[in-house]
């Protein structure tokens, strides 16, 4: 088989973008604003609950963190639904498991994630307009 020769093609100059510029930045998807932003408040949980801490405290600070944690895994589960809509499932569910579960200790844990999922909502739906 007999090979063609390179073609040659002339180098034209290409104006680079200004700092700043929107041509930069790459699009952002459907939920990445509401997952930066829940990613944000997982960042308020980094240091764990010291011993000297309230029994109650530490154990709001932990379920409060296992919500955002769902919530955070919930979102990235469904791309193609709003942040908002997933949040408010989520805090539904918990709502219910509250009303339907048979300690104190359970519902108290419930009532917790569900008041977390309800608060990050607000500020959901604030980034998603």
Known sequence: ?????PVKMKRKKVRSPDRGSLLLQEPLFMN???LMAIMSVLEGF???PRS????????????????VEEMLNQVWDHPWTLASDTIEQFALKLKVYAIT????K??????IAAETAWEL???IKEVER
């Open 101 to 104: 579960s048979k300690t104190e």
């Open 52 to 67: 000297d801490w309230p029994q109650h405290e530490a154990e709001e600070f932990t379920f409060s963190r296992w919500a």
């Open 106 to 111: 359970q519902r108290r844990i419930f009532d």
């Open 121 to 123: 909502l607000d500020d």
């Open 46 to 48: 980094t240091e764990p």
């Open 32 to 34: 990445e604003r509401a």
């Open 1 to 5: 088989m007999k090979r063609l020769p």
